[in-house]
């Protein structure tokens, strides 16, 4: 029976909606606006990588290593066209 | 009547009706030789159908060739326009069309298509694969890069081309400054072609990633397929932010939104940002296959290994991700402050270092080496110094500093064609002149393909090379003319001639393919080049299921070894092969979307619509369809091993 029961998945269904709630929290205590920002991208950040791990099943077959590279060089160039842009566009424009 | 007067030119010249009326004499003509000729069905059941990666491949090269010579008459159109003073041969919005046309052309549906149409064709072969992962979707890719491409090329019959350079800058590409169609052509084109190119990105990656011969590890792939998946894995990232970037053009322009707009929050200058994060990448999708091309030819006519395989890999993945970080070095002068430049600067130079690298090894494989000049060779031999001349101009523009006085020069232009000839249509051709044998089963004339690189590499100095010197100078690219005073005259002439020469190297080459076709002996063996890579160790050219039995595989230089060393490619017997059904609902999809684009450039919702429905109808009827493909069995592999002369062992 215990190896029937998808411990794994519960764990991580709980925890999923553990983080929902701390990011909610965000809408319903009084913090300022850093603080809020800075629980909303960590959180949403564990998140996808619960989804990714958890129930898409990232690690388990032997294409692990192109999974996780593709993903995390995909993060990466998002990254680089966020803050390049940002760089560009906002922060250094003269 | 009122409904076909959006069709009609904005900017109409006698040229331009002569072209109508030459498309439609091409148009009847073919129509009429294929019904002449009963070659209707042949047509439709081999090729038109196909999911067969060779014929697609072909069909990638011929339109490539058909886009060569569209966009290479541009060139020389515009060549002649600048090449004396106060010229009239075009005026100001004919020359903008004209070199709007010339870079999509050249890039999207030239360049592009005979990339991924050499990558088609070899891939598989030098993978020891039967097809690619997806063979349907293959088809589906060519058939919408073809629909796209002939989108864009009827704008300038119908409707007017559109005008606001290839990079389609805003707020030039929006409808106050840009209020014909042409633009709606663009984005629509290119958002059709661009969904084909990103289906192949996918297609290849899953094919190079799964479908390797047994004990091909990825290390010991060959060169071009190690370059042919880090450029697919560039696509995939790339693409999208085009597709992107696109749509919120299209919407900016046919649905009033304002992504663009320099109004009501929106930035024109996030077109620049967006389109060149994927036009930076975009340049290395072109360059990095034909580093692949370069490497498999010069280590075939070197007679030597690759010399520093690993550093070459290591090199090419070094590029893939430099080249996503460079791409603020297109718009050095939009206003940005030196901190962002001076980072984009030094990116933009790092990433000379591993370009560097692949050319001493290059030079390095050719050292001591038994080198034959062959065409595809001396292609090859012309690339690295002329490459090298457009790589340092780079780094001149890449200091940000410096770039203030060259940006929008003609010093610019020369640059970028001293690096996408030698560097991609060279390898194009030489790719093509190498595997020609592969792919029809005789070879090309080495005596005129001699004749015509050496038209195309002196044409190439004398089109380009004055161009450094007019843009040091001060003139500015896309000027449709210049005064007498400015002194540009004599050197443009020059180019003139320099374009003139590289016409006549393409009619020679042209040329070649006929007289080759016609005389050529067709007895050449399996093996004309004495090559390296397992590309070769089938027949030429290539059965349809490409190895009778799955080649086993110990090194990146497969064939060599087992020309040489001794080692097993075949093992075991024949068995029954399973094979992919042709289909003809590809093209039946690519015409939909072909009409799609068209009724949307025109605002036609019932056309957008209908074919809306239809695209759907494609995709709904694809997924309930049962196709499980066909066998191919013993008997008649034996037979087809027969005919080309025993299997191979």
């Known amino acids: 029976m215990k190896e029937l029961f998808p411990i794994k998945q519960i764990n991580g269904f709980v925890f999923s909606l553990l983080l929902t709630v701390v990011a909610l929290s965000v809408y319903f205590m009084d913090m300022s606006y850093e603080w809020g920002m800075t629980i909303l991208l960590i959180t949403a950040f564990v998140q996808a990588g619960v989804q ?3 129930f898409m099943h990232a690690g388990e077959t032997k294409d692990r290593d192109v999974i996780f590279s593709t993903l995390f060089y995909g993060v990466f160039l998002a990254l680089a066209a966020v803050f390049g842009s940002l760089l560009t566009l906002v922060w250094d424009m003269m | 009547m009122e409904f076909f007067e959006r069709f009609a030119i904005p900017h109409p010249s006698p040229m331009i009706y002569a072209s109508m009326v030459a498309i439609g004499l091409t148009v009847i003509a073919i129509i009429a030789g294929l019904t002449y000729f009963k070659k209707w069905g042949y047509l439709w059941r081999e090729w038109l159908t196909t999911v067969d990666h060779k014929k697609i491949g072909i069909m990638y090269i011929i339109s490539a060739l058909l886009m060569l010579f569209r966009g290479g008459a541009d060139a020389v159109m515009m060549r002649l326009q600048t090449s004396v003073p106060d010229n009239t041969f075009l005026d100001a919005q004919h020359y903008n069309e004209v070199f709007t046309t010339h870079g999509v052309v050249m890039i999207i549906f030239m360049a592009m298509a005979f990339i991924i149409g050499l990558m088609n064709f070899i891939v598989p072969l030098q993978i020891g694969a039967r097809d690619v992962a997806f063979p349907r979707l293959n088809a589906i890719s060519f058939w919408l890069y073809f629909a796209g491409a002939m989108l864009f090329n009827i704008s300038f019959v119908i409707g007017g081309s559109p005008d606001a350079g290839w990079t389609n800058y805003y707020p ?12 709606n052509y663009y984005n629509w084109a290119l958002q059709i072609s661009g969904i084909g190119t990103l289906i192949t990105g996918i297609n290849f990656i899953a094919t190079i990633l799964k479908m390797r011969a047994p004990g091909m590890k990825l290390m010991k792939m060959p060169m071009f397929t190690w370059t042919a998946l880090i450029t697919n894995l560039i696509i995939v990232f790339a693409f999208p932010v085009l597709t992107v970037a696109i749509l919120m053009g299209t919407l900016d322009r046919q649905f009033a939104t304002n992504f663009f707009t320099t109004t009501a929050g929106g930035s024109d200058m996030m077109w620049a940002n967006l389109f060149w994060f994927w036009g930076h990448p975009e340049v290395y999708i072109l360059i990095l296959p034909a580093f692949g091309i370069y490497s498999e030819i010069i280590a075939t006519f070197s007679q030597r290994n690759l010399y520093g395989y690993k550093s070459m890999v290591g090199s090419i993945v070094i590029i893939s991700t430099l080249s996503f970080l460079v791409w603020v070095h297109h718009f050095f002068t939009m206003g940005q402050g030196a901190l962002t430049n001076s980072i984009f600067s030094i990116t933009t130079m790092a990433i000379a270092v591993p370009t560097g690298i692949k050319i001493f090894n290059w030079l390095l494989t050719m050292w001591k080496g038994k080198i034959r000049f062959t065409v595809p060779m001396l292609y090859s031999v012309g690339f690295i110094p002329l490459f090298t001349i457009g ?21 610019l232009v020369a640059h970028f064609h001293n690096t996408i000839i030698p560097g991609v249509v060279f390898a194009m051709i030489a ?11 005789f070879m090309l004339n080495e005596k005129i393909g001699k004749w015509g690189f050496w038209f195309m590499t002196i044409g190439f100095c004398f089109a380009f090379f004055p161009m450094y010197i007019t843009g040091l100078d001060g003139q500015a690219r896309r000027m449709y003319t210049y005064s007498e005073a400015s002194g540009f005259g004599p050197l443009n002439m020059l180019s003139f001639f320099g374009a003139g020469l590289m016409a006549i190297s393409f009619i020679i080459i042209v040329y070649n393919i006929y007289y080759s076709f016609r005389y050529s002996p067709r007895n050449v063996g399996d093996d004309p080049w004495n090559a390296r890579s397992l590309e070769w160790a089938t027949h030429n050219p290539v059965p349809e299921y490409n190895f009778a039995i799955a080649p086993q595989v110990k090194s ?17 017997d024949i068995k029954d092969i399973h094979m992919p059904n042709n289909s003809g609902q590809p093209i039946i999809m690519a015409g939909l979307f072909f009409i799609f684009g068209f009724s949307f450039v025109f605002y036609i919702w019932a056309g957008v619509i209908i074919s809306g429905i239809g695209i759907l109808a494609c995709l709904v009827y694809r997924s309930f369809e049962k196709d499980d493909g066909h066998h191919i069995h013993v008997q008649e592999i034996k037979e087809t091993e027969e005919k080309f002369g025993g299997a191979k062992k």
């Open chain 2, 391 to 411: 790589g340092v101009t780079g780094v001149m523009l890449a200091m940000a500093s410096a770039d203030y006085q060259y940006h929008n020069t003609m010093f």
């Open chain 1, 52 to 54: 990714f791990v958890i």
């Open chain 2, 556 to 572: 990146s230089e497969a064939f060599w070894d087992y020309k040489k060393n001794g080692h097993q490619l075949f093992k075991g």
């Open chain 2, 172 to 183: 030039l590409a929006n409808n106050e400054f840009s209020p014909s169609v042409g633009v």
């Open chain 2, 431 to 441: 790719g093509l002149t190498y595997w020609w044998p592969k792919m029809f089963g």
